[in-house]
């Protein structure tokens, strides 16, 4: 099987399967003009059973630009898990991953929050 590049070169994604997609979200791109690497909300997908193999922009969005965020499956769900920026805690949020495409937030965390 070759690899095949992304539509949009990401770094610090995150990435899971879910029905033999790989889907990956938000990460930073490459900003030329700036010379940096800014976050994205875009999210691309890899369906492994069609032929030959092409990632596409999902037309979903993340609720906000975000990198070294965390994804997973749940009931069927995908769940974005933000990150921190030293000033702020991003939200949980389930992306709907059928039309009408949208983000839901599900919980917004105002301060750290440590389970055991």
């Not at 933000?82 to 009408?100: A, F, L, M, Q, R």
Request: with cysteine; glycine share 6%; charged share 15%.
């Amino acid at each position: 099987m070759d690899v095949v590049p992304m539509v949009v070169p990401r770094v610090s994604a995150s990435s899971v399967v879910f029905n033999n997609q790989i889907i990956v979200s938000g990460g930073a791109i490459r900003n030329e003009s700036t010379d940096s690497n800014e976050p994205t909300d875009s999210i691309e997908v890899l369906n492994l059973d069609q032929f030959p193999l092409k990632w596409v922009i999902f037309a979903g969005k993340l609720p906000l630009p975000l990198s070294g965020h965390q994804t997973f499956v749940y009931k069927g769900k995908l769940i974005v898990v933000g990150s921190y920026d030293k000033t702020e805690y991003y939200p949980i949020s389930e992306v709907v991953h059928s039309p009408p495409c949208k983000t839901i937030v599900q919980l917004i965390l105002h301060k750290r929050q440590i389970y055991c």
